[in-house]
């Protein structure tokens, strides 16, 4: 038994608006925590969508993408880039 | 300038369009994209002795166009307030709820997430490299990638309109998944 609170500690997952306090899981009210300062963290107000991104969503977002950037891939190379390489061609001497 | 080897040329030739498409995919602009690789390429031929024989010079030149391009936009950052509006303006309109997820949904989503989730994400969901591969051409933990691309991906659902309330999110991404 503590004879006092533990300190609360905040962290779990970023996604589900839970955070840990004092090891007991417990829902926030309205937004979820600022959590850090990566650029890369979820902006507030989008984690209600989260919960809704099924597997055949990801899936058919990841072909989506695929299918783009192989597209992509397909394009012809233009020349100024494939003269790079091929001038070094050039350049190096034919004797070995 | 040493001149490479006749297969170091050829691995650079063979990496080119997927450069190429990885620079499209992360800048959102072919000319930018364009001079983007043409940077790489003249970096990597300058830099060719510091190149491992026997790696993977795609991965080497893909490593090589990242960091150039995090330098132009570590400095953009710095001249304009914000980059991402910026660019996801110059890309397109708003993605129209047409029901269909089209390529230019796709493509402003995409320009919409943060830098460091699209890197990740085009290299392992599109470019199809390993975590591991990704981690070492971001500078960065396996881990800490696996948690971009999570993020990522949740967040260009949001963006396309596929993860909003119940079926009708996921019928309209499987109608664009069957019309392939």
């Not at chain 1, 809704?52 to 990801?58: K, V």
């Not at chain 1, 190379?77 to 001497?93: M, N, S, T």
């Not at chain 2, 499209?24 to 060719?48: F, H, M, P, W, Y």
Request: proline content about 6%; glycine content about 8%.
């Amino acid at each position: 038994m503590r004879s006092r609170l533990p300190p609360v500690v905040v962290g779990g997952d970023p996604f589900s608006g839970m955070v840990y306090a004092g090891g007991h899981r417990i829902k926030l009210p309205g937004r979820a925590m600022d959590h850090n300062n990566d650029r890369t963290a979820p902006k507030p107000g989008t984690r209600e969508n989260r919960a809704a991104i099924t597997r055949p969503i990801q899936d058919a977002l990841g072909e989506r993408l695929r299918s783009m950037y192989d597209d992509l891939r397909a394009e012809p190379v233009p020349d100024r880039l494939l003269d790079l390489l091929k001038q070094v061609d050039e350049q190096r001497p034919s004797d070995r | 300038m040493i001149a490479p080897l006749p297969e170091t040329r050829e691995a650079m030739m063979n990496a080119l369009p997927h450069l190429r498409a990885f620079a499209i995919s992360l800048t959102g602009n072919v000319d930018q994209a364009d001079d983007l690789v043409q940077e790489a390429i003249l970096r990597g031929l300058a830099n060719i002795e510091k190149f491992t024989p026997g790696t993977s010079m795609r991965a080497w030149l893909f490593t090589i166009l990242r960091n150039q391009f995090h330098t132009a936009y570590r400095k953009r950052r710095r001249e304009v307030e914000d980059p991402d509006g910026v660019m996801a303006g110059r890309l397109s309109t708003a993605p129209e709820q047409s029901g269909h997820l089209d390529l230019e949904d796709l493509k402003t989503a995409l320009a919409k997430l943060p830098l460091e989730q699209r890197e990740a994400l085009l290299l392992v969901a599109a470019e199809g490299l390993s975590y591991e591969e990704t981690a070492a051409i971001c500078g960065t933990a396996v881990g800490t990638i696996k948690s971009r691309i999570n993020r990522a991906r949740h967040r260009l659902a949001e963006l396309v309109g596929v993860s909003g309330k119940g079926d009708i999110g996921v019928d309209r991404v499987i109608k664009a998944a069957m019309r392939e």
